[in-house]
């Protein structure tokens, strides 16, 4: 076991990566909660209607043997910056409305944001989705801006933070090498976000899918969810909509550039930019400002 280290917000000492139902904060896992550790395990324990249920396996899978000791040995080595921190180092389930154990509001989960994977010492690190690196910061102040977070930031899980009507998920849970999953970790991990979506159908209004990966990954979610999406392949694009719909039920699909350090160094994306997509989401969801 590695060196315990006491939590940012809590205090309390933890290892990394962190044992489940050990008291971390939003840990939606117990010591009991069954682990996957194959692509059948996963397929199978995606069978559950109970969501926070959902959220408690997605947080223990270990399906993918290169994801575990990738997301696990930065865990346990850490950045220099966070040395003096525990790593959460296991996946990360959705987080925001409907659960208000795990950041929402009490209210339906209208909106759902879907990005690629956690950073390696972002939400690898906080053990909350979008949260502890630069790309959290925009999205996060973004959120704030126009009325769909609680507060600007999200430094870490038991911080406070709360999220209005929405939910953010990653299509691939843990903290890849390069942040580039291969073809078939991608895939043995889409079972958890395509049960997710189907979960979420009854309420959810609007997707918004951050980066051309986001983009595909929600169509292919959102298809295994049951949904009927366009075919061709509708086209990624800042601003990009469509829409798909789920036995008469209709959701539309808004694109948005990453918000990664890349795209606001260059201002290829601008807090300006952001935010016109999520008040559009906003609005689209019904989400009162």
């Known amino acids: 076991m590695s060196e315990l280290l006491p939590h940012p917000v809590t205090g309390t000492p933890y290892p990394s990566p962190v044992p489940p139902g050990t008291g971390w904060p939003d840990d939606p896992a117990s010591a009991t909660t069954p682990v996957a550790r194959t692509p059948s395990a996963v397929r199978r324990l995606t069978h559950t209607d109970d969501l926070a249920e959902l959220d408690a396996r997605v947080s223990v899978c270990s399906a993918c043997p290169r994801l575990v000791r990738w997301r696990e040995d930065v865990a346990r080595d850490k950045r220099a910056s966070f040395a003096d921190q525990p790593y959460w180092g296991r996946p990360i389930a959705g987080w925001g409305a409907p659960t208000t154990g795990a950041g929402g509001a009490g209210e339906e989960a209208r909106l759902v944001i879907v990005g690629l994977a956690p950073a390696a010492n972002g939400g690898n690190r906080t053990g909350r989705v979008f949260t502890g690196d630069s790309s959290g910061d925009w999205l996060f102040a973004s959120l704030h801006r126009v009325g769909l977070a609680t507060r600007p930031t999200s430094v870490h899980a038991g911080d406070g933070q709360r999220l209005v ?125």
Not at 226 to 239: D, I, S
């Open 165 to 289: 009507g929405a939910r953010m998920v990653a299509a691939v849970r843990c903290a890849p090498p390069a942040n580039k999953p291969t073809v078939a970790e991608r895939d043995t991990c889409a079972p958890w976000i395509n049960r997710e979506l189907a979960l979420l159908a009854p309420t959810a209004r609007v997707v918004v899918a951050l980066g051309g990966y986001g983009w595909d990954a929600a169509l292919r979610a959102l298809a295994g969810a049951g949904y009927v999406v366009p075919r061709p392949k509708a086209r990624f694009g800042h601003g990009a909509a469509v829409s798909v719909v789920r036995e008469s039920h209709e959701v539309t699909l808004l694109g948005c550039y990453h918000p990664s350090q890349h795209n606001t160094f260059t201002g290829r994306l601008t807090p300006a930019m952001l935010d016109e997509v999520f008040a559009r989401a906003r609005d689209l969801a019904g989400l009162t400002p």
